[in-house]
């Protein structure tokens, strides 16, 4: 397969914080050269460690995912200081709705709910500091749990989740059907 690398490059790329596993990139691909994808991952990491990228390839828990260099994070930090000053858009507040009224949850779940993507949505509120990582899931996969922050309690002047508004009961079809 000529386009090996550009094709393991593409799918970490894709599966964001998650990153992906040797077996996850080797199923994906239906090989079973293990080498082979392993030399590739390294020739990946090596062009990514150069100074003119501004992210590398990295493997945590025997996962492989992008992750932005260090020396990024000062102009980053920047950046989204600049964006803690604007108000949050519908999305955002929908994406957070859920996740403080259903803490912990998954991107999956809050999908699911939404209908829509929400990888980008999070990124943003993680790095507005309202929403974060705190643990994974224990089934395939470990993906994260997303709970609200201490500082999204400051953002909506709330002492404990408790405060919020109390969502309205959802009647079940069953329900409807017994009191015509």
Do not use: W
């Amino acid at each position: 397969m000529d386009n090996q690398k550009a094709i393991i490059e593409g799918l970490i790329f894709l599966s964001g914080d998650e990153g992906l596993s040797i077996e996850q990139i080797m199923e994906s691909l239906q090989v079973d050269d293990k080498e082979a994808i392993l030399s590739n991952i390294q020739k990946l990491k090596e062009e990514y460690s150069d100074m003119h990228h501004g992210f590398e390839l990295v493997e945590y828990a025997s996962r492989f995912k992008f992750v932005t260099k260090e020396c990024i994070y000062p102009y980053a930090q920047r950046l989204f200081e600049q964006f803690k000053q604007v108000s949050l858009s519908q999305a955002a507040l929908e994406t957070l709705a859920i996740i403080a009224y259903k803490q912990p949850i998954t991107r999956v779940e809050i999908e699911e709910i939404r209908g829509v993507n929400c990888e980008m949505m999070l990124k943003k509120l993680q790095a507005r500091n309202l929403i974060e990582a705190k643990d994974r899931l224990d089934v395939v996969g470990k993906p994260l749990l997303y709970t609200v922050t201490d500082e999204f309690l400051d953002a909506f002047q709330l002492e404990t989740l408790k405060e919020l508004p109390q969502l309205p009961k959802q009647r079940s079809d069953d329900e409807e059907l017994f009191e015509e």
